[in-house]
DNA sequence: GGCCAGGTTCGCT
DNA sequence: AGCGAACATGGC
């Protein structure tokens, strides 16, 4: 087996400040760097991207301040044409949130002794997004129910049987399966990667609906966060909790709440209930204060906790 | 070894 | 409508 010939091309992105790549892209790779099928060491961010079934590595790094950002992007592929450069400038700034202008929410924040440091010290962090609805509804069906470590466990298991991959410089790195491919396995294929029977099903499920055309996914970009909880959640194996983790982290809404987040609940317990756990009701009750910008209050919030910042955090006793 | 982990559905009262 | 069981795996 002979590696394909790898072309190179590269371009600039200058997002809108504030900007932190740091603090993004560590959120994006849960601060661990090497994180199974994206990496993020030495300040420099790399990927697979998969553009309408060419795969392209993405390597991004920072060149500029959180004052005045700027990335620059390598990409490498066996082609690469004026429509994949377009496509991948694209999916680059859509996964990194390099257009979205946090200045509403510094706006809120300002007047909020209890994230005002917490914005202050995190300045330019933006909420990364996955790449695909698909990917993000597998996803969140992989981490029902079960801890963050072992849901990345099952996913790197998925992706290095069914997903496609590419090798540059030595590192392979493996998209995310296709619906098609998934629907292929089937319930029993799924099983075999360790799944629950009941996962399973619902992956397939959904696999076969998207590769039959019976539903359109990626539409839901276009519509209302109800209307997406309401499309999602008619899917079996996606609930409300599911539907919420979507709009946080695939489709790059600013006020999403998953309120019956198990973690969720603990962390505003921690730190504004005394330590004691809230109800799923109660968080919800408490979130209003921070909307229409919980997508980013609860990020700031996890993001601080997640990279060992706690002093930013307002002391309980 | 047992308990729990960033839920959801299904089948009971 | 509300409640409990089942679910598969990895970490502690």
Sequence with gaps: MTEPIIHCASFTIEPVPPYDFHLTADYATHFTGRYLWEFYEDGMYRCVLDIDGTLVVAAVRSEGTVNSPRLEVELSGPTLGETILIEARRKIEWIFQTNVDLAPFYRMTDADPFLKPLAESHRG?????????????????????????????????????????????????????????????????????????????????????????????????????????????????VGIWSAHWLLVRTLGRPDGFPHGDLALQKTLGDVANGGVRMTGEEALEYSLRWSPFRTYATSYIFGAIRSGRQSDLPQQD
Excluded: C
Aim: hydrophobic residues 40%.
């Design 125 to 237: 962090f933006h909420v990364p997004q996955g790449p695909s609805v698909f990917e993000g509804l597998v996803s969140a069906i992989l981490g029902q129910q079960i801890s963050g470590q072992v849901a990345r466990t099952l996913r790197a298991l998925l992706m290095e049987s069914y997903g496609e991959s590419i090798t540059v410089d030595g590192v392979t790195y493996y998209a995310f399966p296709h619906p098609e491919v998934l629907a292929a396995a089937g319930v029993e294929g799924l099983r075999d990667k360790k799944n629950s029977g009941r996962k399973s099903e619902y992956i397939a499920g959904i696999a076969e609906k998207l590769a039959s055309g019976e539903i359109d996914l990626e539409g839901l970009y276009d519509k209302t966060d109800d209307e997406v909880i309401e499309t999602l959640t008619a899917l079996r194996g």
